[in-house]
């Protein structure tokens, strides 16, 4: 299983990226990392981490650490092989693009 070490927070415990998950002292806390501009709490966490552009659970991720979260999230995947699999995926990115664009 790939490690990826990410930062210590302020009180020494590591952060890292550990197969599939971002852990904090090996423990587990997110599989995805969201946006701040999309979280529901983004005030409070701008105010906390103005710098912050993306959450890992309950993690503020500055630019350079989302992307070094999202690289490893991403070799950590299995690749999509399956025709079915690969045609839902490409079903659900269009249809949730043309909800954006306000086409129902």
């Given at each position: 299983?790939?490690?990826?070490?990410?930062?210590?927070?302020?009180d020494?415990?590591?952060?890292?990226?550990?197969g599939?998950?971002?852990?904090?002292?090996?423990?587990?806390?997110?599989?995805?990392?969201?946006?701040?501009?999309?979280?529901?709490?983004?005030e409070?966490?701008?105010a906390?981490v103005p710098?912050?552009?993306?959450?890992?659970g309950p993690?503020a991720?500055l630019?350079?650490?989302?992307?070094?979260v999202?690289?490893?999230?991403?070799q950590a995947?299995?690749?999509?092989?399956?025709?079915?699999?690969?045609?839902?995926?490409?079903?659900d990115a269009?249809m949730?693009?043309?909800?954006?664009?306000?086409?129902e």
């Amino acid at each position: 299983m790939q490690v990826t070490f990410i930062r210590n927070t302020s009180d020494g415990r590591a952060i890292e990226v550990i197969g599939p998950y971002v852990c904090v002292d090996r423990d587990p806390v997110a599989d995805e990392v969201v946006e701040v501009l999309t979280h529901p709490n983004r005030e409070a966490i701008l105010a906390a981490v103005p710098n912050a552009t993306h959450m890992a659970g309950p993690i503020a991720l500055l630019p350079s650490e989302a992307s070094a979260v999202r690289g490893a999230l991403a070799q950590a995947r299995e690749p999509l092989t399956d025709p079915g699999q690969i045609s839902k995926r490409l079903s659900d990115a269009w249809m949730t693009r043309s909800r954006n664009n306000g086409i129902e």
